[in-house]
């Protein structure tokens, strides 16, 4: 809490004003790292060549908005049932893991742009798939190259089973509700992009930075962060795709990761040889 003044007005000190300008640099961060060529980020890019890129912006980015609100409040909720101390533990073992694995990641990919081209091929797939299911197309559509020439995916029916068909006929009851309220495009976005990123490694580190930062900064970063990469996507996500490389993306998170790690472990120490251990004695009246 702000010390407060002999007016009654408070100031913030400079280790409060620190916390927060990390809070919110640690989760803008985190996102620009995680999410440039990964599937969400992909999907966007392929859906704005094939639909309005404002729509696609708005179910995408909206999604991800809906995403960093769960994810850290339900970091801010482990506080209260875990003591202070070991969420920062946790956190900076999840970056740890995290930061060796995208380290390991980094060093097994080939330089150049081969990846993210298999990534947008996969990102292709789930989305030729979801038309498939919700249009009754077959999957059999042209390649995402003949769509940017100009020519048209055929359309097929195709019947679907009748057990899947019971078990999903309310979630397209709801999609096919707001399809009608919100328009297909943004529910795809929305539906795919939230998908895509439930689960994610960009998920868990919100959840993390949630748990030990403020939740409300914590959730501006990540909101920001996403707001960029989706944009960047929308706007130019193909031609980006072409000339980034994703070994130095992955190498360039890895570090961040690792260095957020050991920042949290230092925390978590210092945190913890700061508990005060004396027992206080109160002096005895006298009779």
């Known amino acids: 809490m702000a010390p407060a003044l002999h007016d009654g ?35 966007a890019a392929i859906l704005a060549m094939r639909h309005p890129r404002l729509i696609v912006f708005a179910g995408a980015f909206g999604s991800l908005v809906v995403m960093s609100i769960l ?15 070991w969420t920062q533990v946790a ?21 150049g742009n081969e990846k993210i081209q298999e990534e947008m091929k996969e990102a292709q797939e789930e989305i030729e798939d979801d038309e ?71 998920q868990i580190a919100t959840i993390a930075l949630g748990a030990a930062h403020n939740v409300y900064l914590v959730t501006i970063g990540t909101v920001v962060g996403h707001g960029c990469c989706t944009a960047l996507a929308v706007i130019g996500g193909r031609y980006v795709s072409t000339k980034i490389s994703v070994k130095h993306v992955t190498f360039g998170g890895s570090i961040l990761f690792l260095i957020f790690g050991i920042v949290y472990l230092y925390e978590a ?19």
């Open 9 to 43: 007005t408070t100031t913030t000190s400079p280790l409060t004003e620190e916390a927060s300008f990390q809070a919110l640099l640690q989760s803008f961060s985190m996102i620009i790292v995680s999410e440039i060529g990964d599937k969400t980020f992909l999907i």
């Open 71 to 85: 994810s850290a409040a339900m970091g801010h909720l482990l506080p209260t049932l875990i003591p202070r101390r």
């Open 91 to 111: 956190a900076s073992i999840l970056f740890l893991v995290f930061g060796t694995k995208m380290l390991i990641e980094a060093k097994a990919m080939k330089s």
């Open 132 to 202: 498939a299911e919700h249009e009754g197309r077959d999957g059999d559509d042209i390649p995402l190259e003949a769509v940017e020439a100009g020519e048209r995916p055929v359309h097929t029916r195709s019947p679907r089973p009748a057990a899947s068909k019971s078990k999903a006929s309310l979630a397209d009851g709801a999609r096919n509700f707001c399809s009608l309220l919100l328009g297909p495009v943004f529910v795809q976005a929305f539906v795919l992009t939230f998908l895509g990123e439930w689960g994610d490694r960009s």
């Open 269 to 287: 120490y210092t945190m913890g040889s700061d508990v005060d251990m004396s027992i206080p004695i109160t002096p005895s009246s006298e009779p």
